[in-house]
C-alpha cells in the first residue's frame, strides 16, 4: 500500500516503550469516539494488543462545553498482552476546559497534555465552572503541556477551501489525532482510507479532513513541539489474521455464525435501547445472510415476536438492556412454559430504573437468574471480553437448540463498546449445531422428552400430523394438554428444573488461572476479566499464590466449582454490583467469599483489585 | 396422474379437538368456535398449516379447542407472537382469538402496530364488553358510567370502538359480526379469510354471566332490523324493518339517516364501497353507531387488498439484498474490514 500523504524523514529523538495508555476527551459534538476509534484501528493494525474503553454521556449533545457533555474514549495499546484500557493516563487530549477538568486526575504525573487553547476563553471556562484559567495560573505545572490553537490552525489548513467556519471548526479533532500520530510514529494510512469511504461522496469533507490530519502531523513536525517521539512495537499474539472486535458486533458475528453452522434462520426481535442497540444496527446489514430484524413496537413485543419465531422454526433473539429485560419478565416465563430455544441478550448498564444508560454496570445477574413469576429457570452466560461475546452467542444458541430451553447472555456497556484484537476463526474449527425438527406423527407427543437432555420436541407448524396445542397454563406431562393436578404440576417444575440443571453436562470443568490452589481464589464473571487478570499477574509476579476462576457459566454452575473454592484458604468477589455472584456462591457452596464491590458505572482499575488483594493477603 | 387418491376433503369435525370446551353454558364463544371450525375446511388450506394463537382470557382458550397448530400466549402478546410465526412462516395461515380486554387494553398496542404493518393475520375479537375471566370488571369497550365490580359507582372511562380503532391503525380489512348471526358471521370470516394482509373482525358476543345483553338491541328478533345495518359492498345503505331508511351524504360531507320515500329513492343514498383505499368512508361508517337514530353497521367496512403483506416485504427485501451482494458468504464476512496478520 502506498503512503498517501508524504512524510518527511525523522529528526527528532524516538524512544520505544512497551506500552501507553491515550485519552481523547472532548464535548459530546467533538467527535472524540470518531478520533478513539481510529487510533485503536491504527494501532490495532500495526499489531499492538489493544483495550479501549469509550465513555460517553447519556444525552446526545449535552449544552456545549458543560461537564454533562464531556465525551472520552481511552486507549491502552502494548507491545506485550493488554488486559484493560489502563488505569492512569499517558497522554490527554483535552479539547476545552470541562475535558479537562472531568479528566485531569487520571492523568500521570509529567504526562503529556494536549489541550486546544481557543477553548480556553472565558465563556469557556465559566461554563465548566473554573473560576480561573489553567493554562496560565500553574495548576498544570506537574504535567508536561501542550497549548495549542486547535481551532485556528484547522482553519489555517483549509482557509482555501472555501468551507463555513463551522464546518471547518468540525475537523479539528484530526488536526489533534494527526499530532498523536506524529506522537506515537503511526502512518496516517488506516485514518487516510477510512475517510475517503466516509465521505465518498463529499470531495470536499475528504480533502479538508485528510488536510486537518496531515496539519496536526505537520505541525508537530515543523514546530518540533515536542523533543521525542515514542515507538510502541508490535506486540507478540498468537500468530493468525486479526481484526478489531468491539462486543456489540461479536454477538452479532456470532449469531449470524450460529444461523449458519445450524442451517436456521435468525430472527432478531429487538427495540432500540442503549447500550444493545448496536447490534440490532449490524444484524440489520446482514440481510444476505438471510437475517431478519425486526424492530418491535416495544420490549415485550421484541420477545414475543422472538417467540412466534422459535415456535416456527428459526434461530430467534432479542436483544436489550436492564430496562427492557424488566419488560420481558412475562414472557420468559412463557418460552420456559412452552420450553422454545431463544436467546436474550442483556447488555447490563447502571441502574436502578433508566439509571446511567450509557456507563457498564453488572448489577443485573440475579435479575437474570431469578426474575421471573414461579420457578423459572433459565440457563445464564456470561461474556468476559470483548471478542469472547462472539464465542458466548454460538454456545448460548447450541445450548438453547439442544435443550430446547430460552437462554440469557449476560453483558455489559464495557464489553458493548469496548474493543480488543480478535483472531478469525477458521469457520472449520466451529462446530456444527446440530438441530432436529419432529415429523413422525406417530411417536410425537408435544412433551415427550429426549431422556439425556429432557428436551421436549420441537414440532414446527407445517409439519402434517403433528397439529397440538402449547401454552402459558401448566401442561400435561408428555401430552401437553391443560393439566392443575398437583402431582402433575410437581413433576413439570422439577423437570423443567432437572432440564436446566442438566446444561451443565456440557460445561468442562473450570480451571483456575494462576495457582491452581493457594491462600486466595478470585472468582468472577463478566467485563471484570481484563483488570482482574492484568492484578493477577503483578500480584503472582510478587511471589504471591492465587488463582483467578472467570465464570462464563452462571446457571448452571460448573460441576467442580464447589471443589476448586475448597482449594484455597480465601475466596474474592469482585463486581461491579453490590455482591451478587457473592450472595450465590454463598448460598449454593457455604463458602465465606468476600466481596469487592464498585458501583460507579465505571470498571474496576487494577490497582483497586490488587489493594484489596493485599489486604485479603493481610499484607 | 389421474389414479392419485386426493385425501378426503376436510370437514368440521376435522377441526374439533378431544378437549373438553371450558366456556360458561351459553356463552357466545361456542357459536364463533362453530362458526370457525366450519368455515376453516372451506378454506382449500391444509390442517397442519392452520397456527390459532391467543393471548388471555375466556376467547383466548380458542387455541385449545382447534384441531391446529396452536399457541395460548400471554396477555395481549397474540399480535406479536403471530408477527413473528409469519416473519418465519409467510405461508402459514395465521388466526388470532383475542377479547376485547386482550387486544385493546393490555394488548393494545401490539394491535394497532400489527394491523399498522399489514401483517397478514386474522384477528377475530370477541367483543363482550366485560372482563369475564376474572370475574366481571368492566372493559375498554364497556359503556361510560358501568357498574362493575371494580366500579360500584360507575366507570368514568369512555369505551374505544374497536373498528374506528382498526381504521385508525390503517387496517387494510375491517369487518364487524354477531355470535348469533351464524350465516352472517361465516360469511364475513371467508371474507377475512380471502383477505391477504391483515383482517380484523369484531364479533359482538354475548357474555350470559358477567354482561348479559350487553348486545340485545342488535341481536333480538324485534330490535334487530331497525337497530343493525348490513353492509354490501356495491349496495346502498338501508336498514330497517321494511328496509325503508338509508344513510344519505350531506352537502358538507357527513351522513344522515332519511326515510326512503316522498321523493327520496335508493338512488340518494350512499352505495357502500368497502374496497376504497382511503379509509375516511370507513371511518365515519365505524362512527355512526354513536349517533341517535343512526344504526349499527355490520359486515365489511373496509377490505382493501392492495398494500403488500409485512412479511412479504421482510422476505422480498432479503431476495432483493442477496440479488444485489449474492448470498453470505461467512468466511468473508468474518474477515471484513480492517484485518492485520500476526506470523
Not at chain 1, 436502578?352 to 457498564?360: E, F, I, R
Not at chain 1, 470483548?386 to 430460552?406: G, L, T
Request: a neutral charge; aromatic letters at 8%; hydrophobic letters at 40%.
Amino acid at each position: 500500500m502506498s503512503t498517501l500523504i508524504e512524510v518527511p524523514p525523522v529528526k527528532h529523538k524516538r524512544e520505544v516503550l512497551d506500552q501507553a495508555v491515550i485519552r481523547f476527551a472532548g464535548d459530546s459534538g467533538d467527535g472524540m469516539q470518531i478520533t478513539g476509534s481510529q487510533f485503536t484501528n491504527t494501532a490495532a493494525l500495526y499489531g499492538n494488543d489493544i483495550a479501549t474503553f469509550p465513555d460517553y454521556p447519556a444525552e446526545i449533545r449535552a449544552p456545549a462545553g458543560t461537564i454533562p457533555g464531556v465525551s472520552g474514549f481511552q486507549l491502552h495499546f502494548s507491545s506485550n498482552e493488554v488486559y484493560t484500557p489502563g488505569d492512569a493516563i499517558d497522554v490527554l487530549i483535552a479539547m476545552n476546559p470541562a475535558a479537562l477538568k472531568v479528566n485531569i486526575a487520571d492523568l500521570k504525573a509529567n504526562g503529556i497534555l494536549i489541550v486546544n487553547s481557543d477553548s480556553f476563553k472565558e465563556g469557556d471556562l465559566r461554563k465548566a465552572q473554573m473560576t480561573s484559567n489553567p493554562l496560565e495560573d500553574h495548576s498544570l505545572d506537574k504535567f508536561r503541556l501542550f497549548s495549542v490553537e486547535l481551532e485556528r490552525l484547522t482553519r489555517r489548513s483549509l482557509e482555501h477551501l472555501g468551507l463555513d467556519a463551522k464546518s471547518m471548526d468540525r475537523c479539528k479533532n484530526f488536526f489533534a489525532l494527526g499530532m498523536c500520530y506524529w506522537l506515537y510514529n503511526r502512518s496516517m494510512d488506516p485514518t487516510v482510507r477510512w475517510i475517503e469511504e466516509k465521505f465518498k461522496n463529499k470531495p470536499l469533507l475528504v480533502e479538508a479532513n485528510k488536510l486537518t490530519l496531515k496539519g496536526g502531523y505537520s505541525y508537530c513536525e515543523a514546530t518540533e513541539a515536542f523533543q521525542v517521539s515514542y515507538e510502541i512495537p508490535p506486540a507478540q499474539l498468537t500468530p493468525g489474521l486479526y481484526r478489531s472486535m468491539s462486543g456489540n458486533q461479536a454477538l452479532a458475528l456470532g449469531f449470524v455464525t450460529a444461523s449458519q453452522k445450524s442451517g436456521l434462520p435468525l430472527f432478531q426481535g429487538s427495540y432500540p435501547i442503549t447500550p444493545a442497540s448496536d447490534i440490532l444496527h449490524e444484524l440489520s446489514q446482514y440481510k444476505d445472510f438471510g437475517v431478519m430484524t425486526f424492530q418491535a413496537e416495544d420490549e415485550i413485543a421484541a420477545i414475543t415476536s422472538a417467540i412466534g419465531a422459535a415456535y416456527a422454526g428459526a434461530l430467534a433473539i432479542t436483544t436489550t438492556s436492564g430496562p427492557g429485560m424488566a419488560l420481558k419478565t412475562e414472557a420468559l416465563g412463557l418460552a420456559v412454559a412452552v420450553e422454545i430455544p431463544l436467546v436474550i441478550c442483556d447488555i447490563q448498564r447502571g441502574g436502578p430504573s433508566t439509571g446511567l444508560p450509557t456507563k457498564t454496570e453488572q448489577a443485573d445477574l440475579l435479575q437474570a437468574l431469578f426474575g421471573r413469576n414461579s420457578e423459572a429457570p433459565i440457563p445464564v452466560l456470561a461474556a468476559s471480553t470483548p471478542a469472547d461475546c462472539f464465542w458466548v452467542a454460538i454456545e448460548a444458541c447450541r445450548i438453547a437448540v439442544k435443550y430446547m430451553v430460552p437462554v440469557i447472555i449476560l453483558s455489559d456497556g464495557y464489553l458493548a463498546n469496548g474493543a480488543e484484537p480478535w483472531r478469525i476463526p477458521e469457520l472449520s474449527d466451529i462446530p456444527e449445531i446440530p438441530v432436529k425438527f419432529a415429523t413422525d406423527p406417530v411417536t410425537f407427543l408435544p412433551y415427550k422428552r429426549n431422556p439425556q437432555t429432557l428436551a421436549r420436541p420441537w414440532a414446527v407448524p407445517g409439519t402434517p400430523g403433528l397439529e397440538h396445542r402449547i401454552g402459558g397454563l401448566e401442561k400435561q406431562d408428555p401430552t401437553g394438554n391443560i393439566n392443575y393436578e398437583p402431582l402433575n404440576h410437581e413433576n413439570m417444575v422439577r423437570v423443567r428444573a432437572a432440564k436446566v440443571a442438566a446444561v451443565a453436562q456440557d460445561i468442562p470443568n473450570v480451571l483456575p488461572d494462576g495457582d491452581r490452589e493457594g491462600d486466595l481464589l478470585i472468582v468472577a464473571w463478566g467485563s471484570t476479566c481484563g483488570s482482574i487478570t492484568a492484578a493477577l499477574k503483578a500480584q503472582r509476579a510478587k511471589g504471591r499464590r492465587i488463582g483467578h476462576l472467570h465464570l462464563r457459566h452462571l446457571n448452571p454452575l460448573p460441576s467442580n466449582l464447589g471443589d476448586v473454592l475448597k482449594r484455597y484458604k480465601r475466596v474474592l468477589v469482585p463486581e461491579l454490583n453490590m455482591g451478587q455472584l457473592l450472595w450465590v456462591l454463598r448460598a449454593k457452596y457455604l463458602v465465606d467469599a468476600v466481596g469487592l464491590n464498585k458501583i460507579q458505572g465505571r470498571p474496576f482499575k487494577q490497582a483497586e483489585l490488587e489493594q484489596k488483594i493485599e489486604e485479603m493477603l493481610g499484607l | 396422474m389421474g389414479t392419485a387418491t386426493l385425501p378426503p376433503p376436510l370437514t368440521k369435525k376435522d377441526f374439533q379437538t378431544d378437549q373438553e370446551v371450558r366456556w360458561c353454558p351459553g356463552c357466545g364463544d361456542y357459536a364463533i368456535l362453530s362458526a370457525v371450525q366450519s368455515v376453516f375446511p372451506e378454506l382449500g388450506i391444509k390442517r397442519e398449516n392452520f397456527v390459532v394463537v391467543s393471548g388471555i382470557g375466556c376467547s383466548s382458550r380458542f387455541p385449545y379447542y382447534m384441531n391446529t397448530f396452536g399457541f395460548h400466549t400471554i396477555h395481549g402478546r397474540a399480535p406479536a407472537v403471530a408477527t413473528g410465526i409469519k416473519a418465519i412462516r409467510p405461508e402459514l395461515e395465521v388466526w388470532v382469538a383475542t377479547g376485547d380486554g386482550d387486544a385493546l387494553s393490555i394488548g393494545g398496542n401490539h394491535t394497532i402496530h400489527m394491523l399498522r404493518r399489514n401483517v397478514g393475520v386474522k384477528v377475530l375479537l370477541f367483543n363482550n364488553k366485560i372482563y369475564g375471566l376474572t370475574k366481571g370488571q368492566y372493559s375498554p369497550t364497556s359503556e361510560f358510567n358501568k357498574k362493575t365490580k371494580s366500579t360500584p359507582f360507575g366507570s368514568l372511562d369512555r369505551p374505544f370502538n374497536p373498528i374506528s380503532l382498526a381504521i385508525g391503525s390503517e387496517a387494510t380489512f375491517v369487518a364487524r359480526s354477531v355470535d348469533v348471526f351464524q350465516g352472517h358471521l361465516k360469511e364475513t370470516l371467508k371474507h377475512a379469510a380471502a383477505h391477504k394482509g391483515s383482517a380484523f373482525v369484531e364479533i359482538l358476543q354475548n357474555c350470559n354471566i358477567f354482561n348479559d345483553g350487553a348486545w340485545f338491541s342488535l341481536t333480538e328478533r324485534d330490535a334487530r332490523s331497525e337497530h343493525v345495518m348490513q353492509l354490501e359492498h356495491g349496495k346502498p345503505l338501508v336498514f330497517g324493518k321494511n328496509k325503508d331508511k338509508g344513510i344519505r351524504r350531506k352537502s358538507d360531507g357527513d351522513i344522515e339517516v332519511v326515510q326512503l320515500g316522498n321523493g327520496i329513492t335508493e338512488s340518494d343514498l350512499v352505495v357502500h364501497d368497502a374496497h376504497h383505499p382511503r379509509p375516511s368512508y370507513a371511518f365515519l361508517l365505524s362512527h355512526m353507531e354513536h349517533r341517535p337514530g343512526f344504526p349499527t353497521p355490520i359486515g365489511v367496512f373496509r377490505a382493501w387488498d392492495d398494500l403488500p403483506r409485512y412479511e412479504d416485504v421482510m422476505s422480498q427485501q432479503i431476495k432483493d439484498v442477496i440479488a444485489k451482494r449474492g448470498p453470505g458468504d461467512l468466511g468473508k464476512l468474518l474477515r471484513a474490514g480492517d484485518t492485520w496478520e500476526v506470523k
